[in-house]
């Protein structure tokens, strides 16, 4: 398969291209078992998109800065009455985005490609009455946080978005997951209406995988930086690897939840719904334990390094969030790289060393340590700007271990792989003390 990116802004290495490949393949694989076995029907995908309705509207105005929860969501879109401590405009935003996501399920009906009228409308009904709503910008914008430059008149505006739409009528038959990809960052990268082009973009990704039977997929708020990033790679050198990266990972996971919708749909089992339960509680086990780890590491950094000239900064992701996610892990499954915390350490004058925790299942050294038991590791990344996707796998030079995991019964006592291949068992408050030391070790290099 080759990937059809010619007539768009972007471009593949072979190697980001043959991953994906292999990476769509597995999907439709899933897709095939799914028909073939009777599985996807009318009902399993009501049922799909109905548990994740609103949480598909609270993580994308989420992204845009909205505090209501899923559950204040729910009522905000069944009630339509303003929820006291939240602004008004934000309950406006839940209506107007759920109104706006049921309509891209009628598109999703149409077989013909995603074009210029239905992106308008959809972004009509996301704005709501606010000006602006369905038609494309005729001044300049900027976008916050990005060097990038938007096309400047409505002439150029409407020129790229002509290309946009060129290519996805050229390229209907693409993978699904291709079009979302490709059709949401180069409307980000237009950037074509005064506001709401995130919303809209978020919208049109899911519009692409509905009507190829796949199930919604949903970037949540605790993904904003890696989303925003491989947005900005994608605008600044056409690299669009990292941004398919996240949207297949979030393909694959939208999946798990479609498969398992599609068990649930055959029968209720109590002793799974019991196992579930159990889960959820070893799931906050592990929350609470790297939210402890990142909390530790961050103070034993600041006690290490007090030098003013030496800013440190805590950037937590919120780790895995869905429990679908986290069976997924228990299973020894990818779920792709979920973002846990990122540290970084700015010495004025001299430049930033950047590490990223990020979480997938345990390998098969970690699972024979632990007598088989799967479950969610944390790995580290560091940041190199030489590297395509920025952020680098470490293995030796990883901040003192290479993969960490807690025993989900114990909760405290941390088992690590370290860097030169040794095994430690440590507290949270050890492991931190022994992670910051050698943080403070790749400053002092950096320092040499």
């Given at each position: 398969?080759?990937?059809?990116l010619?007539?768009?802004?972007?471009?593949?290495?072979?190697a980001?291209?043959?991953?994906?490949?292999?990476?769509?393949?597995?999907?439709?694989?899933?897709?095939?078992?799914?028909r073939q076995?009777?599985?996807?029907?009318?009902?399993?995908?009501?049922?799909?998109?109905?548990?994740?309705?609103?949480?598909?509207?609270?993580?994308?105005?989420?992204?845009?800065g909205?505090?209501?929860?899923?559950?204040?969501?729910?009522?905000?879109?069944?009630?339509?009455?303003?929820?006291?401590?939240?602004?008004?405009?934000?309950?406006?935003?839940a209506?107007?985005?759920?109104?706006?996501?049921?309509?891209?399920?009628?598109?999703?009906?149409?077989?013909?490609?995603?074009?210029?009228?239905?992106?308008?409308?959809?972004?009509?009904?996301?704005?709501g009455d606010?000006?602006?709503?369905?038609?494309?910008?005729?001044?300049?914008?900027k976008?916050?946080?990005?060097?990038?430059?938007?096309?400047?008149?409505?002439k150029?505006?409407?020129?790229?978005?002509?290309?946009?739409?060129?290519?996805?009528?050229?390229?209907?038959d693409?993978?699904?997951?291709?079009r979302?990809?490709?059709?949401?960052?180069?409307?980000?990268?237009?950037?074509?209406?005064?506001?709401g082009?995130g919303?809209?973009?978020?919208?049109?990704s899911?519009?692409?995988?509905?009507?190829?039977?796949?199930?919604?997929?949903?970037i949540?708020?605790?993904?904003?930086?890696?989303?925003?990033?491989?947005?900005?790679?994608?605008?600044?050198?056409?690299?669009?690897?990292?941004?398919?990266?996240?949207?297949?990972?979030?393909?694959?996971?939208?999946?798990?939840?479609?498969?398992?919708?599609?068990?649930?749909?055959?029968?209720?089992?109590?002793?799974?719904?019991?196992?579930?339960?159990?889960?959820?509680?070893?799931?906050?086990?592990?929350?609470?334990?790297?939210?402890?780890?990142?909390?530790?590491?961050?103070?034993?950094?600041?006690?290490?390094?007090?030098?003013?000239?030496?800013q440190?900064?805590?950037?937590d992701?919120?780790?895995?969030?869905?429990?679908d996610?986290?069976?997924?892990?228990?299973a020894?499954?990818?779920?792709?790289?979920?973002?846990?915390?990122?540290?970084?350490?700015?010495?004025?004058?001299?430049?930033?060393?950047?590490?990223?925790?990020?979480?997938?299942?345990?390998?098969?050294?970690?699972?024979?340590?632990l007598?088989?038991?799967?479950?969610?590791?944390?790995?580290?990344?560091?940041?190199d700007?030489?590297?395509?996707?920025?952020?680098?796998?470490?293995f030796?030079?990883?901040?003192y271990?290479?993969?960490?995991?807690?025993?989900?019964?114990?909760?405290?006592?941390?088992?690590?792989i370290?860097?030169?291949?040794?095994?430690?068992?440590?507290?949270?408050?050890?492991?931190?003390?022994?992670?910051?030391?050698?943080?403070?070790?790749?400053?002092?290099?950096?320092?040499?």
């Open positions: 398969m080759k990937i059809p010619d007539g768009s802004p972007y471009a593949l290495s072979q980001a291209e043959n991953q994906i490949v292999s990476n769509i393949d597995e999907i439709e694989q899933r897709v095939f078992l799914l076995a009777g599985h996807m029907t009318e009902e399993t995908l009501r049922r799909y998109y109905g548990s994740k309705r609103f949480e598909q509207v609270a993580e994308s105005n989420a992204i845009e909205s505090t209501l929860s899923i559950g204040e969501t729910e009522v905000a879109v069944l009630k339509g009455i303003t929820l006291t401590g939240h602004d008004p405009a934000y309950v406006r935003d209506l107007a985005l759920d109104a706006a996501l049921s309509r891209t399920a009628e598109f999703a009906r149409i077989k013909e490609p995603t074009d210029i009228p239905q992106l308008l409308e959809i972004h009509s009904l996301i704005l606010r000006p602006g709503g369905g038609q494309f910008r005729n001044e300049r914008v976008i916050s946080g990005s060097d990038h430059v938007p096309p400047k008149t409505w150029e505006v409407m020129s790229q978005m002509e290309q946009w739409e060129a290519w996805s009528r050229d390229n209907r693409a993978p699904a997951p291709i979302a990809a490709v059709l949401h960052a180069w409307l980000a990268h237009i950037h074509p209406f005064i506001d082009n919303r809209t973009a978020r919208a049109i899911n519009l692409e995988l509905i009507r190829a039977g796949y199930p919604p997929l949903i949540r708020k605790k993904e904003r930086d890696r989303y925003i990033d491989a947005l900005s790679q994608s605008d600044s050198a056409g690299d669009i690897a990292s941004f398919m990266d996240l949207i297949m990972e979030r393909t694959s996971g939208a999946f798990l939840g479609l498969e398992r919708a599609a068990v649930e749909q055959q029968a209720f089992n109590p002793v799974m719904a019991k196992l579930r339960r159990t889960q959820a509680l070893k799931l906050e086990v592990w929350r609470r334990s790297v939210d402890l780890l990142s909390s530790r590491v961050e103070l034993k950094l600041a006690e290490k390094l007090p030098d003013p000239s030496i440190i900064y805590l950037r992701f919120g780790g895995v969030a869905d429990l996610d986290f069976l997924t892990l228990c020894s499954k990818s779920i792709g790289s979920s973002w846990a915390f990122r540290v970084s350490i700015k010495v004025g004058g001299v430049g930033r060393c950047s590490f990223l925790a990020f979480i997938g299942h345990r390998s098969f050294q970690m699972r024979e340590l007598k088989g038991e799967g479950g969610p590791s944390l790995y580290w990344s560091i940041y700007q030489n590297y395509e996707r920025k952020w680098r796998q470490a030796e030079d990883a901040p271990f290479k993969e960490a995991t807690i025993a989900l019964d114990q909760g405290d006592i941390w088992n690590s370290k860097s030169d291949d040794g095994v430690t068992k440590d507290s949270t408050i050890d492991l931190a003390d022994k992670v910051a030391s050698s943080i403070v070790e790749s400053v002092g290099q950096m320092l040499s």
